[in-house]
């Protein structure tokens, strides 16, 4: 399969009070074409950084090393066009003056050069697309009318709709409770199938991530400290961290930390 | 069976949402042993937070009773009031929201041992020592300004505020949601510590059954304002009953091996 994204020595540096931070070294991998890869790591990991240095949008001042390459491009990326991101907060990428519909089709005239009325076509197919009960009346509705799951299904399809090559998705589903992270989840798998999308998924939780990836990138401090397929991470991870977020993972089969006779 | 330190019965509450009457609290009554920890699951809108606001009276309730340590709560006013607060406390989600960003991890635990009178002035500084030790920080740190430390220490700062105040029951708000799984792990081991040394009991709230599977002895899960079951940890978690428990269970994220 085709590469879609080589990242290659990518260092980020952040400068402020008068020093600088180094908050990614020397990170590469390469994603395929219809990969979905996922970014797991604490607070602190860089993870966040690595999804807004491919997205190009680290903030001014930031030092960049290394490169992001897109082969299958013949010019730069452009963010909408070819690849769509979807944050952890929907109400900070939706506009909250704009209906649903307008939004949407922004974007499908912006990228896709389509006619308003066309562009509002297509954003009731994206929203259908996305599960949103009675898409022809969600065109009309305001951000804050709709429920947190609601609204992320809408910036997701806002994400995809001009049908880019890479979704990154940043801990898009941490503020939704388990339920509506699950069918999150299993929205984002299902279009990423249809579209041929490859996906960057990018988490704190491991246990997530095995769920929705082929391989799984777990950093630390700014460097990647293990790559592999989801299986190979969750079930023989070489390095001792990855060890240590596995241990610290708490399932439905993770003992209790009561006392046998106290849940007995 | 000992007599339980918190029984809420029949809480109701609604709310006006887009014209249309929502139930927060349809109906609901559990009740905490002491010592007992009992976790309120659900999705969000199922009233969890709104019973736990409820409890500690930053919500009025428009129907119900809740009686806590041999108390009416809802009837309590003033300097009876303050006292019943030393002995029922609250950790939030977001510790940074809970606390004045500049004032010093000294004032924020000095704050509850003058108000409610515990410790005199001359002892303090030792007593806050004393509470940064019991929760597993440093005594140092009691200089530091809260937006200064790491957000596992400002978790680890918002127990040792809770306890300052020797509390009988402590509402756990997603207290550890927010956590790094390194972390997380920690502040559990130490809530578990603190309630078997001190006898407290824990309100535990929760979307995430994998913690609330390890730490608490109960669980109640709500859905849309009403309890739709409630049992044993384990036991409802091993074999959920109702479409919210299966649908729950369902949703947690399981490690998925072989792949």
Known sequence: ?264 | MTAPLLAATNLRKRFDSRGRAVAALDDVSFEVAPGETLALVGPSGSGKTTAARALMRLTELDGGEICFDSEDLLALKGARLRAVRARLQMVFQDPRAAFNPRATVARVLDDPLRIHGIVPRAERPEAIAQLLQRVGLSPDLATRAIHEISGGQRQRVAIARAIATRPRLIVLDEAVSALDVSVRGQILELLLDLQRSQDIAYLFISHDLGVVRAIAHRVAIMDKGRIVETGKAAEVIANPQSSTGRALVAAAPKLRHGA
């Open chain 1, 1 to 264: 399969m085709s590469v879609r994204l080589t990242v290659e020595k990518l260092g980020v540096s952040y400068r402020g009070d008068g020093r600088e931070t180094e908050v990614l070294k020397d990170v590469s991998f390469e994603l395929r074409a219809g990969e979905r890869l996922a970014i797991i790591g604490e607070s602190g990991s860089g993870k966040s950084t690595l999804a807004l240095a491919i997205a190009g949008l680290l903030p001014p001042g930031s030092r960049v090393d290394g490169d992001v390459r897109w082969p299958e491009l013949e010019r730069r990326p452009v963010n909408g066009r070819d690849l769509g991101f979807v944050f952890q907060d929907p109400s900070s990428s939706l506009n909250p003056v704009l209906t649903i519909g307008e939004q949407i089709a922004e974007v499908a005239r912006a990228h896709l050069g389509r006619s308003w009325r066309e562009a509002y076509e297509h954003a009731e197919m994206l929203l259908g697309r996305v599960h949103l009960p009675d898409p022809a009346s969600a065109l009309r509705a305001f951000p804050h009318q709709l429920s947190g799951g609601q609204r992320q299904r809408v910036a997701i399809a806002e994400a995809i709709a001009a049908r880019p090559g890479l979704l990154i998705a940043d801990e898009a589903t941490s503020a939704l409770d388990t339920i509506v992270q699950a069918e999150i989840v299993r929205l984002l798998e299902e279009l990423v199938a249809e579209d041929g999308m490859s996906l960057l998924f990018i988490s704190h939780d491991i246990a997530l991530a095995s769920q929705i990836a082929d391989r799984i990138a777990v950093f630390r401090h700014g460097r990647l400290v293990e790559i592999g397929d989801a299986g190979q991470i969750v079930d023989a991870p070489r390095e001792a961290y990855t060890k240590s977020l596995l241990a610290a993972h708490m399932g439905l089969d993770t003992p209790s930390l009561l006392a046998p006779e106290a849940v007995a």
